[in-house]
């Protein structure tokens, strides 16, 4: 069965910092990758997503992530957060033959002025 | 576009009661999706359509029932509120390309059972 894992369930970064949010899954076959975003009291938007070809993902916001086969991990990175970036953030995964996301439980990033 | 959208907003419940949350998308597109968000569990598939007349259960179906009578309508169904079932519901949808679909989340629906 597929799993996400999000080990960091709240991130605080100062702002104009870098920051990482990891995410890992666990696939014996090939699978979509997917990043989303939550801002307080409001639904999910997508923020970028792996399908193929490049492992570097450039999303929206200023956002991008790496997918690395080998260590299954898809960490999604900023190299300089805003205060509005302050949201949750979920991992999701899906195989090819799957119509269902798998997500993981989310990462709040919490940006301090 | 309205995109994907939800009544209602919040709705508070006491045990045993039952209701229906509708979602509805403009976007024709095929799947749609019921989730349940509770703290430090993401999001859990509840039950899901792939069209029209069709439905499936999801990762946690129980206590829920489902409807899609007409493409862009999808009905989540709970006939005897328990307490359990207090959760944020969001809705989605999404257009099979080559699998590499997106799913569309609408603002979600606060329950609250008592």
């Known amino acids: 069965a597929q799993s996400v894992t999000q080990l960091d369930s709240q991130v605080p970064v100062f702002e104009e910092a870098p920051v990482e949010l990891r995410c890992n899954y666990s696939s014996s076959v090939s699978v979509y990758l997917f990043w989303y975003v939550q801002y307080p009291n409001q639904g999910l938007q997508l923020l970028l997503k792996y399908l193929s070809g490049s492992t570097l993902v450039k999303g929206i916001n200023g956002f991008e992530a790496e997918f690395n086969k080998s260590q299954t991990s898809f960490h999604l990175r900023k190299p300089s957060v805003h205060i509005s970036d302050t949201a949750e953030y979920f991992c999701?995964?899906?195989?090819?033959?799957?119509?269902?996301?798998?997500f993981g439980s989310g990462t709040r990033l919490l940006v301090r002025p | 576009n309205a995109g994907v959208t939800q009544t209602p907003k919040f709705r508070v419940l006491k045990t045993g009661q039952s209701m229906t949350l509708l979602c509805a998308q403009d976007?024709?597109?095929?799947?749609m999706y019921w989730y349940r968000q509770d703290p430090g569990m993401g999001l859990r598939l509840i039950h899901y359509s792939v069209g029209e007349g069709t439905t499936a259960k999801g990762e946690v179906p129980d206590g829920y029932n489902v409807s899609r009578l007409k493409k862009q309508n999808f009905l989540l169904g709970l006939e005897s509120a328990a307490p359990s079932q207090t959760s944020v519901y969001f809705c989605a949808s999404s257009v099979l390309a080559g699998g590499q679909e997106t799913q569309y989340f609408g603002p979600g629906t606060r329950l609250l059972v008592l």
């Open positions: 999701a995964v899906k195989r090819d033959s799957s119509y269902k996301l798998i």
């Open positions: 976007m024709n597109h095929e799947y």
